[in-house]
């Protein structure tokens, strides 16, 4: 069984930051997944906010381009998310999500999430 462990979430002032992690269970190959960060706030689709992929490049939703920062740790089996100058906007809760695919199989797994709030 592959588990995701997310932790870092908290409230937060407008302004502030917070860092993300998620670790993965060691029965996986995790240097070769993609790894992503999405959120999902009250009444609203779940959406990819980064990902990164098993060669390191990165990709960021819009509004957050220059004020969040995804990495890995493959030897720790690791994905941080560095949420920097956050906005009440960016509260939702932050799930990481692994994914691998090969030929005709998916391996996708998601973690439980973890709050964060942004608020004066």
Known sequence: QVQLVESGGGLVQPG???RLS???SENINFSMYSMGW???A????????ADITSGGNTNYVDSVKGRFTISRDNA???VYLQMNSLKPEDTAVYYCNALYIVRMSKFDYWGQGTQ???SS
């Open 38 to 40: 999405y959120r999902q």
């Open 76 to 78: 720790k089996n690791t």
């Open 16 to 18: 502030g930051s917070l």
């Open 42 to 49: 009250p009444g609203k689709q779940r959406e990819l906010v």
């Open 22 to 24: 998620c670790a993965a």
């Open 116 to 118: 964060v709030t942004v």
